[in-house]
């Protein structure tokens, strides 16, 4: 077991910023943490590297007491925290051998290899540099020592969408290589595309621990057909996977999940002139409300 919390609380003041959270991370995969934000996923990552201590509950990490073996535990972890402070009078080649100083390696060409892949110049003044840069520089700074646990808090925030596929593939690498990563989001097509396992957690406490296969089982996407005339429901009502039907003006409206028969929607669509098509992602919410509504249904 590479992390394990047990009833972990934190409380600020009368505020409980989370409660009673429980996770097990195994070696070797990646574990998304998903939820809007607010949520508590800062909260729970900063207990798990000691740096605020818990209220009540125990962490253990590379089977070491989070708070007894802290430092042995930081050696070989590398972080990204969802704010990263640079010091803007440094370029990221100085900043790659101050921390190769603190850690006592040398990690500079991997730093470099990263860099390459994530179109980064580390030459260049850590001052003044957009989200999108810092979080490029905070990835390879916390990838280029080749840590056991990767955690990273909300890493592709301000990423294009080719840098976000580039970290992908790296994440998959980390992953090939037997490392393990603790990976919090409030993105679900990222969470599901990359991870193995993800804990949903909302207002401070853990709703549910799933599969990534089994996540996308209860997901569903809703899909809006615009038409070149008044849009009508019928030859949609009934088909297999699809709910929740609206018409407004040339708008059809449907929520798709993963049971649908696309290709026989497509081919209803195509008796009629498709001026658009559009697929939206639900809200975190939605899809709390859809796990639990099919969780009761399974009850007896």
């Not at 700074?141 to 990423?159: M, N, Q, S, Y």
């Not at 569903?220 to 699809?242: H, K, S, V």
Request: aromatic share 8%; with cysteine; hydrophobic share 40%.
């Amino acid at each position: 077991m590479i992390i394990q919390t047990q009833a972990l609380t934190h409380r600020y003041g009368k505020f409980t910023a989370i409660e009673d959270v429980n996770l097990q991370v195994e070696q070797g995969e990646i574990f998304g943490f998903l939820g809007p934000n607010g949520a508590g996923k800062t909260t729970t990552i900063r207990t798990i590297l000691d740096f605020i201590r818990p209220s009540e509950g125990a962490i253990t990490v590379f089977g070491l007491d989070s708070r007894q073996d802290s430092v042995a535990i930081r050696r070989r972890i590398g972080y990204l925290p969802s704010e990263l402070t640079l010091w803007e009078n440094w370029t990221g080649v100085q900043y790659i051998h101050w921390l190769e100083s603190v850690r006592k390696s040398r990690f500079l060409d991997e730093a470099l290899r990263l860099a390459d892949r994530l179109d980064y110049d580390l030459k260049r003044s850590l001052k003044g540099m957009s989200t999108g840069m810092r979080r490029k520089m905070g990835i390879i700074a916390a990838l280029a020592h080749k840590p056991d646990l990767l955690i990273l808090d909300e890493p592709t925030t301000g990423l294009d969408p080719l840098m976000q596929q580039a970290f992908h593939e790296l994440m998959h690498e980390v992953r090939a290589e037997g490392r393990t990563v603790f990976l919090s989001s409030h993105n679900l097509p990222e969470v599901e595309h990359i991870c193995n396992r993800v804990a949903i957690i909302r207002t401070g406490r853990v709703e549910a621990v799933e599969t990534v296969s089994d996540l996308t089982h209860v997901a569903f996407r809703w899909l809006t057909l615009t038409f070149d005339q008044p849009a009508t429901a019928d030859g949609f009502i009934g088909m297999q996977g699809i709910r929740d039907i609206v018409t407004d003006g040339y708008d059809l409206r449907m929520r798709v999940n993963g049971s649908t028969d696309i290709d026989a929607v497509i081919k209803q669509a195509a008796a009629y002139t498709v001026r658009d098509l559009s697929i939206e992602q639900p809200t975190l919410e939605e899809i709390f409300l859809t796990y639990y509504g099919k969780k009761q249904e399974a009850e007896p």
